[in-house]
T-cell receptor
Framework: AQSVTQLGSHVSVSEGALVLLRCNYSSSVPPYLFWYVQYPNQGLQLLLKYTSAATLVKGINGFEAEFKKSETSFHLTKPSAHMSDAAEYFCAVSDDSGGYQKVTFGTGTKLQVIP | DTAVSQTPKYLVTQMGNDKSIKCEQNLGHDTMYWYKQDSKKFLKIMFSYNNKELIINETVPNRFSPKSPDKAHLNLHINSLELGDSAVYFC?????????????FGPGTRLTVL
């Protein structure tokens, strides 16, 4: 069984400030981890993913995430927030434990960027 | 050229009606999904097909029936619509069945049941 917890349903940051969105996962086998972004009235799009290669993963739009097995975390960061980063962010976990795999999504974190 | 497309984008209908949502992907992917996103943005998987075969069928009322005429298309038919069916429905596709493959989402269909 797998699960993912996103701490904080709403996060507000000032433009230019550090963005930190938290994600903790639970998986009985090595996980694959994803961050997706959803802009208003759009579908989700992939920001970045971890697939057991480098633990620090770089994605689009200056975002990155670090896989920490000991902390079962995969937090998303960006050094300097931009107004265009305002969106809903979803962490997701999957694995290859056998059979057809589904992705388990977190409940989402809404990022507000204050000018 | 849109990778995953859905029609219609908006659907407003009365309780008790039957409606369909269509999805097409031009990515050559083998696996397709339907998700329901509620007003709190919670994303719930409903169905998944791999090469036209149903592989995931979550606890969804049997008023919802998916159909995959070929691996590029996955449609969702809903009978006897209820108020609680109001949500945004997303279609998604994925290259294969491995958990490492990311999903590509369509723009969503906002269903409003009056």
């Amino acid at each position: 069984a797998q699960s993912v917890t996103q701490l904080g349903s709403h996060v507000s940051v000032s433009e230019g400030a550090l963005v930190l969105l938290r994600c903790n996962y639970s998986s009985s086998v090595p996980p694959y981890l994803f961050w997706y972004v959803q802009y208003p009235n759009q579908g989700l799009q992939l920001l970045l993913k971890y697939t057991s290669a480098a633990t620090l993963v770089k994605g689009i739009n200056g975002f990155e995430a670090e896989f920490k097995k000991s902390e079962t975390s995969f937090h998303l960061t960006k050094p300097s927030a931009h107004m265009s980063d305002a969106a809903e962010y979803f962490c997701a976990v999957s694995d290859d434990s056998g059979g057809y795999q589904k992705v388990t999504f977190g409940t989402g974190t809404k990022l507000q960027v204050i000018p | 050229d849109t990778a995953v497309s859905q029609t219609p984008k908006y659907l407003v209908t009365q309780m008790g009606n039957d409606k369909s949502i269509k999805c097409e992907q031009n990515l050559g992917h083998d696996t397709m999904y339907w998700y329901k996103q509620d007003s709190k943005k919670f994303l719930k998987i409903m169905f998944s097909y791999n090469n036209k075969e149903l592989i995931i069928n979550e606890t969804v009322p049997n008023r919802f029936s998916p159909k995959s005429p070929d691996k590029a298309h996955l449609n969702l038919h809903i009978n006897s619509l209820e108020l609680g069916d109001s949500a945004v429905y997303f279609c998604a596709s994925k290259r294969g069945t491995s958990g490492r493959d990311e999903q590509f989402f369509g723009p969503g269909t906002r269903l409003t049941v009056l």
